[in-house]
């Protein structure tokens, strides 16, 4: 046979005319009686192949129908899958060929993986290669219409991962792919288009894809929080949680449904994340109840101070100056909100402290304008009744001309 | 009604109506020459802003100075250029600055990390910092906006 | 008698008395349509207005894109009293507009126009027009976003004229797209070429008033016993002291609109950003907006757009010619009322639409 790009149906016909000729009479059989079916999942895998990374590298369909030259196009099997791929993505001789900077271990890290640990054990029911990047259109990771790209990937993961009938026969919940959707992340990336914002592979992996011990969890965390993981390495807490067995930032943001985080949880009261270890007694107690004290006092001030300029602005005033520095009380505000996590009272109420005296002067900005737009109208009101007597004297000086 | 009466009345009026009038004249001329004498800021800041002297910037620091109604960072690079961008992070508005120690535009509310071209490359900043172009007139830096 | 020297001494270089003399004979007719007769005072009135109120912007207003937002934001923040005359500019701006149309529509169903009154009709007919393009140039001035988004769809329709529509668009433009180079060029006709052309014409204009007196309208002059006996009243001080009482009202109407309900400013323009939702024309050009929108696509075989705005063009032009083309009879009146009534419900109609169709 000649070599051939892909395989049409035309192909597979062709194929099943030379069986006959070679006396392979019962795989003719098979191949014709299957036609119509074989002809369109053929005739789908050849047109999904032209839009292949392996076409576009030249490869054809015996690179991994190894039996093709025989007139075979079964699938290789599950457990055989993934081996079959690393024989040329495991070979770092091989892909540098076709670009010298892509990976080669991505055999070795699935092996150490959930999915690879059981798929070597026999269990062909985990996920392989083709599971997630397909089989005849595999797409570079970064073709936004490949299903590992950073939009589709939660659906893949989900496809089993979100579904609880499967899950079930491993003992497992499927309820992440859900919960994760609820989340910031889900919004920064979806709502916002925020490709950087974490799914999925940024906490498990891919390749190697687990669940992050214990204690990697902040490490993962920290991959983006930076700030708040240093601030909570430094403190006390960390050492508190590594002696309980805690597993860091989820213990109060949770995993896969992570919100964003509002200022009630700090506190001793019902709803508050502190109260997993906390009530209102000592200090520790006096200290949770101050560092909320004082966010609920920057955010009053915050909505009011914003409440005065917006009606300002509403009555036809610019307030630049009370919008700059909302904005600096704002930004204490944010960072504030990230020094709650040295668990310290002093750093916290310093920049709070500045946030809230930033509000008032912004809040000062729309009272002043408030006050300016009282002085307009009091201005309008004298002019007015001047414009009014003036009217009526002048009224009166037309009704007393002299007739015409 | 007299005649006496009359002319008398008539020049009442008058003077309530010069009165008046010049108590409208007045709520005119006044706001007009208010609006006439030079207020005390006098001029529009508007696409450029002078961000000190050039000579004070020594390679390998950065300064923030206000732009309009936000601010903007000027930084001279370790290798002598100076480069200005919009100073409000591209996360959630926090005011960026130069750490020398890392080479790189950096904030403080969550770490976010910007290189000197202003590209966001660590932590959760989506998107670069704008960029602003900033020259030199005297000793004096200036930083446009690019229109 | 110092007030007598000063009058010979101005007497004997300008002739004053000549003038004041002519003004006290000069009599205003007196019926039940004379309120009619203060519109045109009344757009004089906001022209004057519009005239000190802009030469005042034009003090801290910086004509470039870079800078004409920056700068109208300065007048309204930090010059003392701009923000009054910002807003008072643009409201009389829409005020002049309304109030010389009830002028113009007042005129027609008088027949104010006949002869020999003719030249006024067309000089005040082409003021209005000067008009308008006052309120279109002066849109964009603020380089916001919703008049850079509606200049942009306003001077597209230039481009539908008929023959010279590309080269006016371009003229407009002055260039291919709505741009810095529009704003400069738009602001050159706002404060000189229109200024100019509009003050020669109110004075042709007002010289047309002033020699031809104002006119009785027929139906009054039939009723009136003896055609030359209908009542009326001296201009000096009769009409100008009832003239002098619209105008401080409505300055008083004014300064109250500035205050209570200021001409917003809004974002500065972007070009590149995509248009906002609920761009429209002010208010006076909306008929012609959405004429454009109930066309059909062909007319004739000819594009549906460019019948509709040749056809807006034949109109003008007939209004504009009206007096020459309406003759003397009262059945040729009657013809004009009509039209004049069809133009007016048209105009209210397609504008109530517009309007309707704005409304959340
Ligand atoms: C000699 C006469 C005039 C001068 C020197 C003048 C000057 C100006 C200037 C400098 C501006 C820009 C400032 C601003 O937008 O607030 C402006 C805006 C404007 N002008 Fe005039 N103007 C004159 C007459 C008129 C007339 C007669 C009309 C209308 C019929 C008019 C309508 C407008 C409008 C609608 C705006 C935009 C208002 C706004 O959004 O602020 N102007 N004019
Ligand atoms: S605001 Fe700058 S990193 Fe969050």
């Not at chain 1, 970064?142 to 790209?149: E, F, M």
């Not at chain 3, 349509?33 to 007769?37: R, T």
């Not at chain 3, 230039?158 to 023959?163: E, F, I, L, Q, S």
């Given at each position: 046979m000649t070599t051939v790009r892909w395989c049409d149906g035309a192909m597979v016909r062709r194929c099943a005319r030379q069986c006959v000729v070679q006396r392979c009479a019962l795989v003719a059989c098979l191949l014709l009686a299957a036609d119509a079916r074989a002809q369109t999942t053929a005739d789908a895998a050849a047109a999904a192949f032209k839009d292949d990374v392996h076409a576009a590298a030249g490869l054809a369909c015996s690179a991994c129908h190894r039996s093709a030259a025989a007139g075979m196009y079964d699938a290789p099997a599950r457990t055989a899958t993934a081996p079959l791929c690393a024989t040329c993505h495991g070979d770092a001789a091989y892909m540098r060929k076709f670009d010298p900077q892509l990976r080669v271990d991505q055999f070795a890290q699935y092996r150490t993986s959930g999915h690879g640990k059981r798929m070597e054990a026999g269990d062909g029911r985990v996920a392989t290669c083709n599971d997630c990047h397909g089989a005849h259109g595999v797409r570079r990771v970064?073709?936004?219409?490949?299903?590992?790209?950073p939009l589709n990937v939660v659906a893949t993961c989900g496809r089993c991962h979100g579904d609880a009938a499967r899950m079930a026969l491993f003992g497992r919940q499927a309820t992440a792919p859900e919960e994760w959707s609820a989340s910031v992340h889900a919004a920064a990336l979806v709502k916002r288009g925020d490709t950087s914002a974490p799914t999925c592979v940024s906490c498990h992996g891919s390749h190697g894809a687990t669940p992050p011990g214990v204690a990697s969890v902040a490490n993962v965390c920290a991959q983006c929080h930076l700030r708040e993981a240093e601030l909570f390495r430094a403190s006390p807490k960390r050492d508190i949680f590594e002696a309980l067995g805690q597993a860091e930032c989820l213990v109060c943001h949770g995993n896969h449904r992570i919100e964003s985080p509002p200022d009630s949880w700090v506190g001793v009261q019902e709803g508050a994340v502190c109260t997993q270890c906390h009530d209102a007694t000592g200090d520790s107690g006096a200290a949770i109840v101050d560092i909320r004290r004082r966010l609920d006092g920057l955010q009053a001030a915050l909505s009011a101070a914003d409440a005065i300029l917006t009606r300002a602005e509403h009555a036809g005033m610019l307030v630049d100056e009370g919008r700059l520095a909302l904005q600096t009380a704002r930004e204490h505000q944010v960072q504030s909100r990230a020094l709650v996590h040295a668990f310290a009272a002093a750093p916290f109420a310093k920049t709070a402290d500045e946030g809230l005296a930033a509000a008032r002067r912004a809040h000062e900005a729309g009272e002043a304008a408030m006050r300016e737009l009282q002085v307009r109208r009091q201005g309008l009101g004298v002019a007015t009744l001047l414009v009014l007597a003036f009217l009526v004297t002048l009224w009166a000086k037309i009704r007393r001309l002299p007739p015409a | 009604m007299t005649h006496a009466e009359e002319p008398a009345r008539r020049g009442v009026l008058n003077w309530l109506l010069g009165l008046w009038g010049g108590g409208v004249l007045a709520s005119i001329v006044y706001p007009v020459a208010r609006y006439l004498a030079p207020p005390d800021i006098p001029e529009a800041a508007a696409l450029s802003t002078n961000a000190g002297s050039a000579q004070a910037l020594a390679p390998n620091s950065g300064r923030v100075v206000p732009f309009g109604a936000r601010p903007a960072i000027v930084i001279r690079t370790p290798a002598g250029e100076l480069r200005a961008f919009s100073a409000t992070c591209t996360h959630l508005d926090c005011t960026v600055q130069y750490r020398p120690d890392l080479q790189r535009i950096w904030c403080a509310c969550h770490n976010g990390e910007y290189d000197l071209n202003g590209r966001n490359v660590a932590g959760p900043p989506p998107r670069p910092l704008d960029p602003y172009d900033a020259n030199v007139t005297g000793d004096e830096i200036v930083i446009t906006r690019r229109a | 008698m110092t007030d007598g020297r000063w009058r010979a001494w101005i007497d004997e270089r300008f002739p004053l008395d000549d003038v004041l003399e002519s003004l006290r004979h000069k009599r205003v007719p007196h019926h039940r349509?004379?309120?009619?007769?203060y519109f045109g005072g009344m757009t004089l009135f906001l022209f004057l207005i519009q005239v000190g109120t802009g030469a005042l912007l034009l003090l801290y207003y910086r004509p470039s894109a870079t800078e004409a937002y920056e700068s109208v934001q300065f007048i309204v923040s930090r010059v003392p009293f701009g923000w009054l005359v910002r807003s008072i500019h643009a409201w009389a701006a829409n005020l002049m507009v309304a109030s010389a149309f009830a002028h113009l529509f007042s005129v027609l169903f008088l027949h104010a126009y006949r002869r020999p009154r003719e030249l006024t009709w067309i000089s005040g007919f082409l003021l209005l027009l000067l008009t308008l393009g006052f309120g279109f140039t002066g849109y964009l001035l603020p380089w916001n976003e919703v008049s850079f988004f509606a200049t942009r769809v306003g001077t597209d329709i230039?481009?539908?004229?008929?023959?010279v529509g590309e080269g006016l668009l371009r003229f407009l433009r002055g260039g291919d797209d709505v741009t810095g180079a529009t704003l400069t060029r738009l602001f050159g006709f706002h404060v000189a070429v229109l200024p100019a052309v509009a003050t020669a014409l109110v004075a042709f204009h007002l010289l047309l008033v002033q020699r031809h007196g104002m006119s009785v309208p027929p139906s009054i002059e039939q009723r009136a016993a003896d055609p030359g006996t209908v009542r009326s009243i001296p201009f000096l001080p009769h009409f100008l002291l009832r003239d002098l009482f619209a105008w401080t009202a409505v300055l008083a109407a004014l300064a109250a609109l500035a205050t209570f309900f200021p001409w917003e400013l809004g974002a500065k323009a972007d070009p590149f950003a995509p248009a906002p939702a609920g761009i429209r024309p002010e208010w006076y050009f909306l008929w012609a907006f959405e004429t454009l929108k109930h066309v059909p696509p062909t007319v004739a075989g000819l594009s549906g757009e460019v019948v509709a705005v040749a056809a807006m063009g034949l109109g003008a032009l007939a209004a504009l010619l009206l007096p020459l083309l309406a003759g003397e009879s009262p059945r040729a009146r009657s013809v004009v009322v009509w039209a004049g009534a069809a133009a007016l419900l048209f105009l209210s109609v397609m504008t109530g639409l517009a309007l309707r169709a704005a409304a959340p």
């Open positions: 970064r073709d936004a219409r490949s299903p590992v790209a | - | 349509y004379s309120i009619w007769y230039a481009a539908t004229v008929p023959v």
